[in-house]
Structure formats: C-alpha cells, structure tokens
C-alpha cells in the first residue's frame, strides 16, 4: 500500500547498475523520520551507476514477512550490497529478524555469504561506529564515521570490483572495519569536512496525508555535532567536531525543498538548534516565507524569550527542554545545568503563548541518591502549581541512564530494576491534572544497556533472540540458553570494552577516563 501512495519515490532503470537495498531496521513510519536514511536514499540514487531500493520491517518484534523492496518488491537476496544505517541500539534484533525473513543467517561467522551467492552486509551509524564489537558480529563491514565521505566509496569500489572483492578492499583503511575486526590497530572514524558542500537531500519520501514526519514537514539539517558535550551523549561525541551550514545553503535547501515537496513546513535539524551560529536569522527567514517550523532540540540555557515567541509564531505548540537532572552536585558531574529556576522561566514563556512544555528527566546517574529524586519531585510540584489550569501543560518523560561507548559514562554502572522503578513512583506521585510523569520501560532500557556496551557475544545473543521473535521478554530466554550473563554486560559492558582498541573516534581513551575521574569527583560517588 506504501509503494502506491508514496511521493518522493525513485524509479530508476539502470542496465549493468550495482543493486543497493537500502534496509532500514525498523518500521516505515520510523524510517520516514529519519534524515540519515532520506538523503542516504537520494545520494545513492544520485550516482549513475547505483540503484538503491528500501526496505523496511512489517513490525519490531514477532514474525516478519520475507522483506520486499518498496520500489519493485524484489526480494533482499537479489541485490548486490545490503546497506544498514543503525542509530539505536535495539535496531541490531530488527535487522536480524529481517535478514532471518529473507533466509539469511544474521550471524557474520554463520553466514559465508561469498560463497552462497548473498550479498554482503554493511552496517554504518553511530551506533556501530562508537560500539563496534556487537556489529562485526552480524555484519560483512562496519563504517566507521560519517556517510558523506564513506557510502560513495564504498559503492564506487563496489561497482568496479563487486562487491565481495571491495569489502577485502576497503578492510582496514579509515573508515571500514571488518567484520570481526582483525585490523592491526584502530580504525580511524572519518567524518564530513565541510557541510555546504555535503549532500542533502530536496525531495523527501513520505506518504500523503499521513501527518510524517512531523506534520508532513521538510527537514533539513542545520548543523552537525554540539559544544557542551555532555558526558552521557554518544551522538556529541559520534559527531566531533561541531560544523553548521550556512545560512543561504540553509534557506536554499528550504526554499528547494518546500517546492518539491509540496509542504509548509520545516523541521529543522540539530542535536542544539540555538547553539547554530545563525539561528535566529534562519527562523526570521521562515517567518518571512510563511512557513510554520518544527525545532525539536532545545537546550534550555541557550533560549529567551523572544526565541520561544518566535518558536510560537512558527507554529511550534511543545518547548522540550532536557534538564536532566535538578540536583546542582550531578548536573556539574554531567556537564549539563539546567535547573528548576530556569526551567520555570522558559515555562512561564511558553505558557503565557498557550505552549505545552516537555521536560526531560534521567535517573540512575553517578552518585545519585533517594533525596536527589526527592528534590526532582518538589521542583516539578512547584512547576505544577505554577502552570496555568491545563490539561498536560507539563509533560515530564523519565529515562534511565544508559551508559554508551567512548563517552566518559560508559564507565557508570547502570541502574538496578529496584531503584529505577521505587524512583519512578517517586516522580509519579506529583502527576495531577496539568503534570504527567511518563517513564520507559525498564526491561525496554536493559535491553538497550546490554546491546550499547556488548561485544560479539551479543551479537550472538542478538541473532538467538530474533530467532524467537525479538520480544522484550525474550532476552532472556535467548540468554539461558546461550549461557550468557546479560546483568553483566547490563550493569558494567563488555568485559575490557573492546571498542577501546577497535576504532580511532578522533580524542584519545585517556581524554575520556579522566572525564570520568571528573564525574565520580564531582558527584561525590565512589566507582560509579
């Protein structure tokens, strides 16, 4: 039904072309959202001598119909080159109950795919990038770093020589990983020199009428990487160093966009949108097109309020800020202080404009006791009796920390089921007709906790899951039965974190141990 209704939609015939599907490890409404995976589409289709065609999952979890390519509804098997952009963790159980779909073994060592006439598999992101070990596992290659410079030669060397002879290629240089790594020394990430020159994309795919992604809105990116590197971000650390578009390239991209898409609104891509050099002058000239915008980044010590009047001339109905924290002893800790004061006034902003306000909370951070969750909860109580009398004028999500690689946190210890959920209820308990406390599953974050910092037993594990279904509730039995300690790779990672000597991300491993000597010192914790 997608393939009939889409706009945006490649039809490309190309005799003697190299075949890229294009799998997106999840489902299409999330792929819709995903700017990597748009402009990876269009850039590849851009080349000449390339054919690229989508897919994507009927659902996350249970069975999975054989995969189809939207396009032409060709089977994974008959392409050349299976492509994979992974931005999240629990995408890895997706694809290989994709691939198990298409009659393809999800594990690497399992697979020969060469000498079975299958395609390799390539996986890139940040996920793989920063975390290596668990992607070698299932996959053929890992990019490591940006696709800008990567994916072109990866298919260019793909065309040439096919496939199989370019992965032996490619291996080791900077950028590529092998699957089950086996390089003399770390992989180099490589990254996007300038973004002016970058590819990105002007028509987008999407499907009319259905409101994605976000009001049916064009997106563009702004920027690339963000200052403040909080301790726990990954994607700060992935994106290294900061880079932004100018704002003619901006606009240009806008005004291109806008047209060939059909739509009247832009949603504008940064991990911090008014950290942008040009920010406010790429908003006044939205304004001035009559365009309404979506901005989903905001960080709260960078707003005012003429910033968020703007944001509601645009059309913007939600501030989200992520303070993370209220207590001032772990928000020095995280490199991140947004406290309540602040976060007032930004409400006081966005209310008196008739805006809801979204907080984000983070649980389970070093040093962390009972009486810091206690403070959480007295600040939003006052929030609530501050706000006017609105249904939902705070909505406040709760996450647990999740400890990622390469980044100072991934030392930090995770969160037991015990405190989580007593602290969630602490939080829960200050809901009221205009305040409501969400919180993620804790199972949901476990999962996601083991996968961030395992090794290629979780691969293993991964592939075992998907084959009963990759259901929350499955992990485990797919643990038994492989006689794996998930709570040891949940709570701590993979023994000696062997992304350590797996990639080069661009500042050394020391840079990030003393980060979390910082931590422990500033949260008064001792070992996480």
Not at 67 to 93: C, I, K, M, N
Not at 283 to 300: F, I, K, P, Q, Y
Not at 302 to 323: C, F, K, S
Not at 398 to 406: F, M, Q, S
């Amino acid at each position: 039904m997608v393939r009939f209704r889409e706009h945006g939609v490649v039809r490309k015939k190309c005799r003697g072309c190299l075949r890229v599907a294009l799998l997106y490890p999840s489902v299409y409404s999330a792929a819709v959202h995903s700017l990597a995976y748009q402009n990876l589409y269009y850039m590849l289709n851009s080349l000449d001598y390339v054919v690229a065609e989508r897919f994507v999952a009927s659902s996350t979890t249970g069975p999975e119909e054989p995969p189809r390519s939207l396009e032409t509804g060709a089977p994974l098997t008959g392409f050349d080159l299976v492509l994979v952009p992974v931005s999240y963790e629990l995408d890895y159980v997706t694809l290989a109950r994709m691939l198990l779909a298409a009659g393809v073994e999800p594990l690497r060592s399992r697979r020969r795919g060469g000498e079975q006439g299958l395609p390799p598999v390539v996986v890139g992101g940040p996920v793989p990038g920063m975390n290596p070990a668990v992607a070698s596992g299932l996959a053929d290659l890992v990019l490591v770093g940006e696709a800008e410079p990567l994916v072109p030669r990866l298919v260019e060397a793909a065309y040439e020589l096919g496939a199989w002879r370019a992965l032996e290629a490619l291996s080791c240089s900077p950028g590529f990983l092998p699957g089950g790594g086996g390089c003399g020394s770390p992989v180099e990430r490589v990254w996007q020199r300038g973004l002016d020159e970058a590819f990105h994309s002007t028509v987008q795919f999407r499907v009319p009428g259905s409101g994605e992604p976000w009001g049916e809105a064009y997106m563009v990116e702004v920027n690339r990487g963000c200052p403040h590197m909080c301790r726990f971000c990954m994607e700060a650390h992935f994106l290294l160093p900061v880079r932004s578009r100018s704002p003619g390239r901006v606009l240009e991209l806008v005004d291109a966009g806008v047209e060939a898409n059909g739509v009247r609104r832009v949603a504008l891509y940064s991990l911090s949108f008014f950290d942008y050099p040009w920010a406010d002058q790429v908003l006044e000239g939205l304004l001035d097109r009559g365009l309404e915008a979506t901005v989903g980044s905001l960080r709260a010590d960078t707003l005012n309020e003429d910033r968020v009047e703007m944001l509601a001339r645009l059309g913007q109905r939600v501030v989200t800020v992520a303070p993370e924290t209220f207590s001032p002893r772990l928000c020095r800790a995280i490199g991140k202080c947004i406290l309540g004061d602040k976060v007032g006034e930004i409400a006081g902003w966005a209310w008196r404009r008739g805006m809801h306000v979204k907080l984000y909370l983070m649980l389970g951070l070093p040093g962390e006791t009972r009486g810091d969750v206690e403070s959480y909860a007295r600040e939003l109580g006052r929030l609530s009796r501050e706000a006017p009398p609105r249904r939902e004028a705070i909505r406040v999500s709760v996450n647990p920390l999740v400890p990622k690689p390469w980044t100072p946190m991934q030392y930090a210890r995770f969160i037991d089921r015990r405190s989580y959920e007593e602290r969630t209820r602490l939080l829960r308990r200050t809901q009221s007709r205009v305040l409501t406390v969400e919180a993620l599953s804790y199972r949901y974050a476990y999962a996601q906790a083991v996968v961030a910092r395992g090794d290629e037993n979780v691969a293993t594990l991964i592939a075992e899951w998907a084959r009963l279904g990759g259901r929350l509730g499955q992990l485990k039995t797919a643990a038994r039965r492989l006689g794996l300690d998930t709570d040891l790779y949940a709570e701590r990672g993979a023994p000696g974190k062997p992304w350590l000597g797996m990639v080069r991300p661009g500042y050394p491993a020391a840079a990030v141990k003393k980060a979390w000597e910082y931590v422990l010192e500033a949260a008064g914790a001792r070992g996480g």
